[in-house]
């Protein structure tokens, strides 16, 4: 049967979506629960076939593995939604975990083991390789529906045991608050994307003063 979301046929192709901005693959991922502090937050992961093109979108799996999952998603649904299912947790433990870290909190017990269960389950995958002179971990062949949790779970790792941990930030848009690393030189980014929450908020300020300025001159 073919993977549909509320009765509509789920397509492969489609234009890029998914907004990369968190500058480490794990963000991008916690980000892809959109307005997550509003009363509607926005599920990015609809679909398997979505986890599959965060996947195509953030390099971690190739177009090849990509079309093969689609066409297996297709012919077994229930183990795509179960891998689906798993993306999720592993989402949401990433976020409990980081977003403790950004409020200056103790990481919640229960979230980091969970995590660790996925960092551990995406070291069986992989393997160092090296090229170069340097190495650097490789995953096999993304044939498991599970194949995208690996380097998304080997991000999170990395990132939580770097100095860089200090640089993640949420957003300064209190409606958006998306996670991104601030690698700038001053470390003084606010804005998950300039263009987008940076450019908003200007124009809140200018709105806003403008209006003052209004009620000042009645
Ligand atoms: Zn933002």
């Not at 200056?104 to 393997?127: C, D, G, I, W, Y």
């Not at 606010?190 to 929450?197: L, N, S």
């Not at 450019?199 to 000042?216: G, L, P, S, V």
Request: net charge positive; hydrophobic share 40%; glycine share 4%.
């Amino acid at each position: 049967m073919a993977e549909t979301y509320c009765g509509k046929k789920i397509q492969r192709r489609r234009p890029p979506r998914f907004e990369l901005t968190g500058g480490a693959v794990c963000l991008d991922f916690v980000n892809t629960l959109d307005d997550r502090y509003t009363n509607e937050p926005k599920e990015l992961l609809k679909t398997y076939i979505d986890l599959a093109r965060f996947g195509e979108d953030t390099g971690i799996l190739r177009t090849r593995e990509v079309d093969q999952l689609f066409t297996r998603s297709q012919t077994s649904p229930e183990e795509a939604k179960r891998a689906l299912t798993a993306a999720i947790e592993l989402r949401e433990v990433m976020y409990a975990v980081l977003w403790a870290i950004v409020n200056k909190k103790t990481a919640p017990r229960s979230a980091l083991m969970t995590l660790n269960q996925f960092v551990q389950e995406a070291a069986q995958h992989a393997q160092l390789v090296e090229t170069n002179g340097r190495f650097e971990w490789k995953f096999e062949e993304a044939l498991s529906f599970d194949a995208p949790l690996w380097p998304i779970a080997r991000s999170a790792a990395d990132l939580l045991a770097s100095d860089q941990l200090a640089f993640v930030r949420p957003c300064a848009a209190r409606t958006c608050l998306w996670l991104f690393l601030d690698t700038s030189k001053n470390h003084r980014r606010r804005w998950c994307d300039m263009t987008k929450c940076g450019n908003r908020a200007k124009f809140q300020r200018f709105y806003t003063r403008k209006k003052t300025r209004m009620k000042e001159q009645r």
